[in-house]
């Protein structure tokens, strides 16, 4: 079946402790990239992909950091992470860059900073 | 202003209702337009694209207007199904495939 898969889907943590969160997909997918949502905010892109080894900022990338050392997988890093990195986070993949194509959610990951 | 604004709702409406939401968008560089529907904090899923013909699936009819800078959504014969957030999203020429999503319009079909 084709689809994107975060790990894990809901995350407690306190301020400061670095966390991972796993994002992979199965279609071959060229573009990722990683949005959070929060209320009255709609989606914001965090980070995007273009491919392995390219990677760059969204709108909102303070606090983040990303890799792409393999193409299914795109992990988003929090080194510090702080309060107001509370948030739902949304990993999504789409097969190109260059048009329109869909792009495929993972479920998301409720993550709580206190 | 934002780049992509929505009228929040909630829309509560009645089974076999019709109903229409509108999307404006502040870029004039945007080129590609869609729809997306993501249920209760669930993930986004795409519901259709909009092509500058306007273009239809079943009981949903999607629209653009380049001039004015906007977009809908109409649905026609509502089911209570249809409950759901309807995300208007755009895509600006080059920026790496960066979409930029609406709030949201939240639907509510009651019986």
């Known amino acids: 079946e084709a689809q994107v898969t975060q790990n894990p889907r809901y995350l407690i943590t306190v301020t400061g402790k670095k966390l991972t969160v796993t994002c992979s997909q199965n279609m071959n997918h060229e573009y990722m990239s990683w949005y959070r949502q929060d209320p009255g905010l709609g989606l914001r892109q965090i980070y995007y992909s273009m491919n392995v080894e390219v990677t760059d900022k969204g709108d909102v990338p303070e606090g983040y950091k990303v890799s792409r050392k393999e193409k299914r997988n795109f992990p988003l890093i929090l080194e510090s992470p702080s309060p107001n990195q509370t948030s739902l986070y949304f990993c999504?993949?789409?097969?190109?860059?260059?048009?329109?194509?869909?792009?495929?959610f993972g479920q998301g990951t409720r993550l709580t900073v206190v | 202003r934002k780049e992509v604004e929505q009228d929040p709702g909630p829309f509560n409406v009645p089974e076999g209702a019709t109903v229409a939401f509108n999307c404006t968008y502040s870029n004039s560089a945007s080129q590609s337009f869609f729809w997306y529907r993501q249920d209760c904090r669930k993930e986004p899923k795409l519901l259709m694209s909009?092509?500058?013909s306007g273009n239809e699936d079943g009981r949903f009819t999607a629209q653009l207007n380049r001039a004015s800078q906007y977009i809908s959504l109409l649905i026609r014969d509502s089911k209570l199904s249809d409950s759901a957030t309807y995300l208007c999203?755009?895509?600006?020429?080059?920026?790496?495939?960066?979409?930029?999503f609406g709030t949201g319009t939240n639907l509510k079909v009651e019986i």
């Open positions: 909009v092509y500058s």
């Open positions: 999504a993949s789409s097969l190109s860059y260059i048009e329109g194509y869909e792009a495929f």
């Open positions: 999203v755009v895509k600006l020429t080059g920026g790496g495939n960066k979409l930029t």
